[in-house]
């Protein structure tokens, strides 16, 4: 449950904060709160940021693919343990570096990786049951 806190903020961060809120359409509130978790999250992760897109903000490994991508794919990767891990490596050029970050920010923050490992999967299942519907009208 959330709990009042104050803060003392110069008048130039808060101006900032008030013209960001506006512009994304929240609350103070709501963006400082999503501000200090993303920002908390990428100090202890080094290498992972947050950028916007189709599903929202997510986390994502620097120059990379989105955390979720990379944990969805290792998942599904062939092997145990580390081979798993260097048969991605191979499939897709990330370092191993890249794959193990990845999988120690899902292990720190299944929830938020998983919710969109879920949302990709249901999109995709629309789209092949899109795709299905339309063979059958176009076939004979």
């Known amino acids: 449950m959330p709990r009042p806190t104050s803060f003392r ?3 130039e961060l ?20 999503s501000l200090l978790d993303e920002g908390l999250k ?8 947050y ?7 997510r986390a994502a490994l ?6 979720w991508e990379v944990v ?14 260097e048969n991605l490596v191979a499939e897709t050029g990330l370092s191993a570096a890249s794959v193990l970050l990845a999988a120690d920010f899902y292990a720190s923050f299944p929830e938020e990786v998983d919710a969109l490992i879920e949302t990709d999967e249901r999109a995709a299942e629309e789209v092949r049951l899109q795709a299905h519907r ?7």
């Open 9 to 11: 903020l110069p008048e």
């Open 51 to 57: 950028r916007n897109g189709p599903l929202g903000r």
């Open 14 to 33: 808060l101006e900032r904060i008030e013209v960001e809120s506006r512009s994304v359409g929240a609350s103070i509130t709501q963006l400082v709160s």
């Open 134 to 140: 339309r063979e059958q009208l176009l076939s004979p």
């Open 42 to 49: 990428t100090r202890r992760f080094p290498g992972v940021v």
């Open 62 to 67: 620097v120059g990379g693919p989105d955390v």
């Open 72 to 85: 969805r794919d290792l998942a599904a990767a062939p092997g145990r343990g580390m081979d798993r891990v």
